[in-house]
DNA sequence: CGACGGACTTGACACTGTCAGGGCGCGGCT
DNA sequence: AGCCGCGCCCTGACAGTGTCAAGTCCGTCG
């Protein structure tokens, strides 16, 4: 029964941080609506990075699924990429707070947290098989075109999250985040296809 | 007399975080370094914000003497895009956590700051004219240049922060940054020089 | 001299994360 | 049957926080 009780707090801080923000959450307010005391969350995290940490994890997970999805449906090796860039950002803009979290340091210590470590590393992987091309899992050869493809998917993202992009142009449709994506990139990978 | 303990809780707060951390900072703690009451701030700052936007206010203007100074040693236009890119870098390196407090939307809101937002946007300015080429303020015509080069070095120095590229390559100094900066925007932007 | 207002103080409130120390019910052992 | 232990959850306390309210001192001006 008290997988009931682990689940309501984690449903709960979740709800929290998309509802008001990250700002939002405290172990406190989430045991409230948990409908437990403020020490019942103890129970089952030690503290409260670590409730934070699980939130990381499904995170994660959250955004592998995103990318995959987008990029088993194209066709081209360059589809790949626009697919998975605009997946990338989609699930920034899509889970704005969550998001934030997932790439917070101090928030969450994801060194301490090698589960929420392992997801990390497994969307990282997924990135990199696609602009490697294969399921290699060796040495990276040159690691540019990977920072290119995830340092302008994450710029984009945090850039608009942040509310540094909206002034220049308003709001954007997934589709035209795509586009977007897709055309910084080419000003960067030309002669690919 | 009074302007000591203005510029001293400012200083005592950019102390803080410098060396702890932006959790470090407290208007209590930042009052206690500063020698005066817990409410001596509040005769000078309306509130916990902003302090931290005045803090964000200097971080945007150190950004500019950054890029300003990189840039206006470089001959060509590549060179130029090459070094402010970098200074982009090594000034989130340098400031780690004020380069995050003058990106977090819900700690800053920069909207209810005007100061700050001047001294943001003439930092934006400076990388636009960099990217146009000229010291034209009317319309952009293009945004994915733009996009391209503010992008890729705010996600590169958002990713190095945050921890999440030294598992792939350890520390780097400051030419390394600069050169990795232009390989991933040479990926991108092959056909200038 | 006396009122005033700027610069700063002490005191309080509600809120937070976390430590300490309970209680209650159920399963197993003697 | 009686007791013990333990999982599960609770109440209580503590130091810390941001902020509101009210007070004190002191120089300036009428």
Redesign the pocket.
Known sequence: ??E???TAILKASLELIDENGLRA????????RA??????????F????TILAELVRNGFEQLHAYMSEGSSAADTADERLESMGEAYIRFAIEHRALFRLMFRDEMVDIGHHPEAKAAADRSFRLLVEAVVGSNLSGEIADPAPILAVWSIAHGLAALELEGKLQHLFGERTPQEWKRIFSQVLRTVIPARG
Chains 1, 2 share one sequence.
Do not use: N
């Open positions: 029964m008290s009931d009780v682990r959450f405290s172990m406190r307010e989430a045991a409230r409908h437990v005391s403020h020490q019942a969350p103890y129970h089952y030690p503290d409260r990075e």
